[in-house]
């Protein structure tokens, strides 16, 4: 009877919150971890004490006080803010060697075919000596408008060959005739109606508005993504994702389960929940990366980017000999319209020995080296294979957090589940803002969307289509497009060089050549469709 009373008395007692029975388990492992994180021992109980003034982890003995459950709470929500802009700077870093990869690759392609100029047009004599200018600042606009400037290329490749087209017309006169400056420009003006260069200015457009407005359109679209896994990784995490985080990573460390990691359905859920508007990204992010891939595709198909560039000279020195061969023809038509402008007479002796050297070197000739076609199959191969490998990383990263603090899953039955030391019962719920009205750990308000993160949505959308126009060969800075955004975004111009005509897409900053700041977005009436969701959103807040 005795033993009785005795046993049912240290029962009682030990079932007592803050009972001595309780407070034989020892503290010392937390405060070390504790100090560890950079916090005092102040306060920091030696032994185990109830947890009724727990508000975040399950209440019961425990090693920490309300104070060391902030503290921890912060701090994991620091140490994930931390892992996500790890994550956000390792893709950074593969956006950004992908366009100094891209990049070093088209600038040497520009350059050798800017350098094979005096080669393959020096059999022209003087007609090129005497107007090197005119084709070097053809190359010239050319590389401007692909580091982004906004001037029109379509302007400059007629510019440049109504230029060429009276320069030749001047030079063929007789020498004792004077042309006027209004009569070159009405004999310029014939281009189009008597097209004394052949088929090859439009042809020669055609191909190479398409290879820079897609090289230019690809370049663009890297740095955009880029910029936007910046913004999108500098997010804070929201307040009840702060307490889900303390709830799977620190407290099992008060519970006295510092070795028993989070089960990994429970983790999936947590870290869906706290990444949720991050997951929104992807159905436009998947659908950027895809046309990416579509445009560097395009690179080696015909015509090729490589063909496309290194023929440039051999296109013009053919105009040239196309021009020279039916002069008198050109000149004839010309009278019609422009009239006579001075007595006839034979062409100058610079002009006829011209004529005489001219070879007859014609585009079926033009072959470009086995090692250029292959380094460019490389290239296109190299840019698919990586933009690949980014394609779900807003989804997948919920996964890549969790691969770091959860249990394998041989241990789903011995994992922390939120409470204790057991299996995890709720599934897990689905990616997105949408699908957390069900998730078990993180409370969110589900009407309530990170507008930051919406607004690099837009961000992604804009480029997409700007990149869908760029695959039809059309040039969207100069179909109002410059009022789709506008901002210091990712810097591409050289100094001095981006105010040669109306704004363009992007302001380029000529300070810096990769990731910039985040864009600021303007809207045109085109847009209107695109912006409906987002202002719905904005009145429900």
């Given at each position: 009877m005795r033993l009785s009373v005795l046993l049912c008395a240290v029962a009682g007692l030990c079932a007592a919150p803050g009972s001595v029975c309780g407070a034989d388990r020892s503290c010392a492992d937390l405060r070390q971890f504790y100090t560890g994180k950079g916090f005092t021992l102040e306060g920091v109980p030696q032994t185990e004490i109830s947890g009724e003034h727990l508000r975040t982890c399950p209440q019961g003995p425990t090693c920490c006080t309300s104070t060391m459950e902030e503290n921890l709470a912060g701090v994991s929500t620091q140490e994930t803010e931390g892992l996500i802009r790890e994550a956000g700077r390792s893709l950074q870093a593969s956006f950004n060697s992908l366009h100094r990869s891209f990049d070093t690759y088209f600038t040497d392609l520009h350059g050798r075919s800017e350098?094979?100029?005096?080669?393959?047009?020096?059999?022209?004599?003087?007609?090129?000596?005497?107007?090197?200018?005119?084709?070097?600042?053809?190359?010239?606009?050319?590389?401007?408008?692909?580091?982004?400037?906004?001037l029109n290329l379509d302007e400059?490749?007629?510019d440049f060959w109504s230029q060429l087209l009276e320069r030749m017309f001047k030079a063929s006169a007789p020498m004792d005739v004077s042309l006027s400056e209004d009569y070159l420009e009405c004999v310029a003006k014939q281009q189009e109606t008597l097209r004394p260069f052949g088929d090859i200015p439009r042809d020669m457009k055609t191909k190479v508005i398409r290879s820079f407005v897609t090289a230019r359109s690809f370049v663009q679209g890297l740095l955009v993504s880029a910029d936007v896994v910046k913004q999108v990784s500098q997010v804070s995490l929201a307040e009840e994702c702060s307490k889900a985080l303390m709830k799977l990573v620190y407290c099992p460390h008060c519970r006295g389960l510092a070795s028993v990691k989070p089960c990994s359905n429970y983790c999936s859920n947590v870290m869906k929940g706290c990444l949720a508007n991050q997951a929104?990204?992807?159905p436009v992010w998947q659908e950027l990366i895809d046309t990416m891939i579509q445009v560097a595709s395009s690179f080696s198909t015909e015509p090729r980017l490589d063909v496309v560039l290194s023929s440039i000279p051999v296109r013009i020195y053919e105009a040239?000999?196309?021009?020279?061969?039916?002069?008198?023809?050109?000149?004839?038509?010309?009278?019609?319209t422009c009239g006579a402008p001075g007595e006839p007479g034979t062409g100058s002796p610079t002009t006829q020995e011209q004529r005489k050297k001219s070879g007859s070197l014609t585009a079926l000739e033009y072959k470009p080296s086995p090692t250029v076609g292959l380094r460019l199959e490389m290239q296109v191969t190299d840019l698919s294979s990586k933009l690949r490998e980014m394609r779900q990383y807003w989804v997948q990263l919920p996964v890549a957090l969790c691969s770091k603090l959860s249990a394998g899953s041989n241990s789903q039955?011995?994992?922390?589940?939120?409470?204790?030391?057991?299996?995890?019962?709720?599934?897990?719920?689905?990616?997105?803002?949408?699908?957390?009205?069900?998730?078990?750990e993180v409370d969110l308000d589900i009407t309530k969307p990170i507008m930051k993160i919406r607004q690099q949505i837009m961000q992604l959308k804009i480029m997409n289509n700007r990149l869908k126009d760029a695959l039809e060969g059309k040039d969207v800075d100069f179909q109002?497009?410059?009022?789709?955004?506008s901002g210091s975004g990712s810097g591409m111009c050289l100094s001095g060089q981006c105010a040669r005509s109306r704004p363009g897409l992007y302001a380029?900053?000529?300070?810096?050549?990769?990731?910039g700041g985040a864009a600021t977005v303007r809207i045109s009436v085109c847009n209107l469709p695109l912006l409906l969701p987002f202002a719905i959103l904005l009145l429900q807040r």
């Open positions: 350098r094979s100029l005096q080669e393959v047009l020096s059999p022209l004599g003087s007609l090129y000596s005497q107007n090197n200018r005119l084709f070097t600042e053809l190359y010239t606009d050319l590389r401007q408008y692909y580091r982004g400037s906004a400059s490749l007629s929104d990204l992807d040239v000999h196309h021009l020279q061969d039916n002069m008198d023809t050109f000149t004839a038509k010309v009278s019609q039955d011995n994992c922390w589940n939120g409470i204790t030391k057991a299996r995890y019962l709720p599934g897990v719920i689905g990616d997105g803002l949408a699908n957390q009205i069900n998730n078990p109002d497009a410059s009022e789709d955004i380029y900053s000529p300070e810096t050549n990769l990731v």
